[in-house]
């Protein structure tokens, strides 16, 4: 089962999607895609572990590799979040990939490998589409890839919502 959450930055989507898990499900784990460097990521980490404090989720950091996350059929995952994974991902060391198609494939194929080794998976995403394109062929790069990512995740989720300053809409 997957379950897309999804919405602007600041919407409260993290919130939501913790809360939403938390209800419904045992065996926790954030998996977190936030690269742990510089004080703004450090920050946002320590924001987000707070957020979830009491909420007996079990922390793992992934930045690039979901397939290297070690997990059980019982567990129900939090994917926080895509625009990081595809952050991590669209990147080596010689700078940007060229092929949006086989970054977006590549990462699809992780996303749909782990939702089939866990018993639920919620991935937070965020609704950056209103962002005016052609400022840099990079920025328009990653807008298409994360764009085809929504696309393919909105396809094969069960459930997905839109949260718009902290109110959640059902939009499939």
């Not at 990081?84 to 092929?99: A, R, T, V, Y």
Request: charged share 25%; hydrophobic share 35%.
């Amino acid at each position: 089962m997957i379950v897309y959450i999804y919405g602007g930055v600041s919407s409260g989507k993290s919130e939501y999607a913790e809360e939403l898990i938390s209800k419904s499900f045992e065996n926790k784990i954030y998996l977190a895609t936030m690269e742990n460097t510089g004080s703004y990521a450090k920050q946002r980490i320590q924001k987000h572990l707070k957020q979830r404090a009491d909420k007996n989720f079990f922390t793992v950091e992934e930045p690039k590799y979901l397939s290297n996350v070690n997990i059980s059929c019982a567990d129900n995952i939090l994917l926080e979040d895509l625009t990081n994974l595809l952050s991590n991902n669209i990147f080596d060391e010689n700078g940007m990939k060229s092929d949006s198609k086989e970054i977006t494939e590549a990462i699809f194929s992780d996303i749909i490998e782990l939702e089939k080794r866990c018993n639920s998976l919620f991935i937070v995403g965020n609704d950056i589409f209103s962002t005016k394109r052609n400022q840099s062929k990079e920025l328009d790069m990653f807008i298409d890839c994360l764009f085809s990512l929504h696309q393919k995740i909105i396809d094969n989720a069960n459930r997905v919502v839109e949260v718009i300053y902290g109110l959640p809409y059902d939009r499939k």
